[in-house]
């Protein structure tokens, strides 16, 4: 899986910025209805979503390879103690 790089984003929200900038300082009549700002903050709302849910999805990931690792741990010690009663009843 591949994640957004948090320095793609952050050059493209300076970008936006800076055009921000230029365009009150030309005092262009576009700055209120500019479909780029209303893109780029939405593109804002969208990356705030994706952080979200990469840190629920670190989060279950680990949860799954704690639980694994205690199955699998568990599982060891349960597979020994039945071959060692299965050596005992064959040594009988």
């Not at 479909?35 to 629920?56: G, M, P, T, V, W």
């Not at 989060?59 to 597979?79: A, D, M, N, V």
């Amino acid at each position: 899986m591949q994640g957004i790089e948090p320095k793609i984003h952050s050059n493209l929200t300076k970008r936006v910025e800076y055009y921000r900038f230029l365009l009150q300082k030309t005092d262009h009549p576009e700055l209120h209805s500019n479909d780029a700002i209303a893109k780029a903050s939405e593109l804002c709302e969208r990356y705030e979503e994706y952080l979200i849910n990469k840190k629920k999805l670190e989060k279950s990931i680990k949860e799954y390879r704690e639980y694994h690792t205690g199955l699998r741990k568990l599982l060891t010690i349960k597979i020994r103690d039945l071959r060692k009663k299965m050596r005992a009843i064959g040594d009988q």
